[in-house]
């Protein structure tokens, strides 16, 4: 079985201020995880994924993630919050060699306040 | 135009009635997924489908059914809609399994009275 918790249903920060979106993941074998964008009314929209290699992956829009193995962690960071960045985050997770069984968290809402 | 197209996206119906909410895709993707979003519960996987004929059950099945006659197209049937089944209906395309992303359509909001 696997599955993403993501702790926090809402996170505020000013505009400017740095942000992270936290996200824990409970997988056997090693992940392939994701994080995705969902705007009011709209789909969900990839925003950057780690595979393997570097441990910091760039995404979009300037946002990075870092996987941490030993904490089974994979959140979400951007250096310089933007009031458009205001939106719900979500964080997914799928085992290598798992088919196409993609799980994700419960969303995060942030809030970027001007 | 290319992308993914889910249709109605907003339905009212009422509780027993049959609901067809369709997906299209013009990727030729060969993996197409249905989930649904509900507070608390962020998206769950009903069902998916691997190429035209093939489809596999996801996290929350019951009370649904899915076909796949061709590539493009991904429609998702409540036979029998309960009040339960109230959410928002996200269809999504991918090339494949592994680290291949998904693209959403727009979403389908269900209301069932």
């Known amino acids: 079985a696997q599955s993403v918790a993501q702790p926090e249903d809402q996170v505020n920060v000013a505009e400017g201020n740095p942000l992270t979106v936290k996200c824990t993941y409970s997988?056997?074998?090693?992940?392939?995880l994701f994080w995705y964008v969902q705007y009011p009314n709209r789909g969900l929209q990839f925003l950057l994924k780690y595979i393997t290699g570097d441990n910091l992956v760039k995404g979009s829009y300037g946002f990075e993630a870092e996987f941490n193995k030993s904490q089974t962690s994979f959140h979400l960071k951007k250096p310089s919050a933007l009031v458009s960045d205001s939106a719900l985050y979500f964080c997914?997770?799928?085992?290598?060699?798992?088919?196409?069984?993609?799980?994700f968290g419960g969303g995060t809402r942030l809030m970027v306040k001007p | 135009d290319a992308g993914i197209t889910q249709s109605p996206r907003y339905k009212i119906t009422e509780t027993g009635r049959q609901v067809t909410l369709m997906c299209h895709q013009t990727?030729?993707?060969?993996?197409m997924f249905w989930y649904r979003q509900d507070l608390g519960h962020g998206l769950r996987l009903i069902y998916y489908s691997a190429a035209a004929d093939i489809t596999d059950k996801g996290e929350v099945p019951d009370g649904y059914v899915v076909s796949r006659s061709k590539t493009e197209n991904f429609p998702l049937t409540l036979e029998s809609a309960t009040r339960s089944q109230t959410s928002v209906y996200f269809c999504?395309?991918?090339?494949?399994?592994?680290?291949?992303?998904?693209?959403f359509g727009a979403g389908s909001r269900l209301t069932v009275l």
């Open positions: 990727w030729s993707h060969s993996y």
């Open positions: 997988v056997s074998g090693n992940p392939y």
């Open positions: 999504a395309s991918g090339r494949g399994s592994g680290a291949n992303v998904l693209t």
């Open positions: 997914a997770v799928r085992r290598h060699n798992a088919g196409n069984m993609l799980t």
